[in-house]
């Protein structure tokens, strides 16, 4: 096979590859040993403590800043329902 005819069908699969969406995927790189590759379940024990964490936080801030909240939401529902400006 001659040099343009090589080139001719690497050109074609490329295109079968962007045309599918898989480019993205082919350049990400793999795990570069035995030892990085995913366990059973780590994705969602890793998703767990995330949401964990963020759970955490939004209570935290709810506990640190309740009485600004709710102060937030009254003023809210004041100035939705016609009571006026609301006084500091």
């Known amino acids: 096979m001659e040099k343009s005819g ?8 490329l295109r079968r590859v962007y045309r599918r969406g898989e480019a993205a995927f082919y350049a990400l790189p793999g795990p570069q040993a035995p030892v990085l590759a995913r366990r059973r379940g780590q994705t969602t024990v890793e998703y767990l403590l995330m949401l964990a964490v963020v759970a955490g936080m939004a209570a935290m801030m709810g506990v640190l800043f309740h009485k600004r909240i ?15 400006t609301p006084t500091p």
């Open 6 to 13: 090589i080139i001719l069908q690497l050109r074609i699969s």
């Open 70 to 84: 709710l102060g937030g939401i009254f003023t809210l529902v004041g100035m939705i329902i016609g009571a006026g």
